[in-house]
């Protein structure tokens, strides 16, 4: 079975709430896939799943920060850092899928 590629998503604690983040993505269209990560650092992980990801893009969230990464990018400078908040998590997940397809972001991050 071959899977679609998707965005890869990572929580950093286990109480963090990813809803309004995969709707976001959603709207555009992206699918996303919740992953593990081996990094305690939040960039870092947003990193290591942009990496693994077949679509190149990978976020990581924490209870206070959501971070955007893109795997042609240096590994300290990524995309977006965001407050994790409704309006924030959602736009960034819209973010994430127009990167994807290459379309131009939402401003409002």
């Not at 993505?25 to 960039?43: A, F, H, S, V, Y």
Request: charged share 25%; net charge negative; proline share 6%.
């Amino acid at each position: 079975m071959v899977s679609r590629p998707t965005i890869y998503i990572t929580k950093m604690t286990p109480q963090t709430e990813l809803s309004h983040l995969l709707y976001g993505m959603e709207e555009e269209e992206i699918p996303g896939e919740l992953k593990e990560n081996q990094q305690l650092d939040l960039i870092a992980a947003a990193y290591e799943q942009a990496l693994k990801s077949p679509l190149e893009v990978g976020i990581a969230v924490n209870e206070k920060q959501a971070v955007l990464h893109f795997k042609s990018l240096p590994e300290k400078e990524p995309l977006f850092v965001v407050d994790n908040n409704e309006e924030s998590m959602m736009t960034l997940g819209k973010n994430a899928a127009r990167l994807v397809k290459g379309i131009p972001f939402k401003l409002d991050v």
